[in-house]
């Protein structure tokens, strides 16, 4: 019989996080191995030089790719204005990823929980009398 699962049992079964974690996850060690290159290496002189500005077009700028793994690295609690030597020691940068991911995960599988059965109770649905929203 085929069943259909939900995509968090059959990433927990696979051992794995959330598709979204492991593309940062990526992109910050690719970010630490770029920013420990030699300079001259192409992927740095890209990750470090500027474009030569056009007209700008209308609406908010685009998101370069070093301001992306900046912001990551603000998640992960790390001084911005020292990101060049943090992401340089690679078992720090490894470490306080992997402490990222796994608080990420924690908290999101904790809120998938509260909040299927928050939504069934403030629907009416639940099995329980009381219609409030559980407190965090």
């Known amino acids: 019989e085929y069943s259909t699962l939900p995509n968090s049992i059959v990433l927990k079964r696979a051992g794995i996080s959330s598709m979204y974690t492991i593309l940062k996850q990526r992109c910050l060690h690719w970010f630490g191995h770029v920013v420990r290159m030699d300079d001259g290496r192409i992927p740095k002189d890209l990750l470090y030089d500027e474009l030569v500005q056009r007209n700008c077009p209308r609406g908010r700028p685009q998101l370069r790719y070093k301001d992306i793994c ?67």
């Open 70 to 136: 900046k912001r990551d690295l603000k998640v992960l609690g790390m001084n911005l204005n020292r990101w060049e030597t943090l992401t340089s020691n690679r078992t720090v940068l490894r470490q306080k990823i992997m402490v990222y991911i796994n608080l990420k995960r924690h908290l999101s599988n904790r809120q998938r929980k509260r909040g299927r059965h928050g939504n069934n109770e403030t629907r009416g649905l639940g099995k329980k009398e009381n219609t409030s929203v559980p407190s965090v």
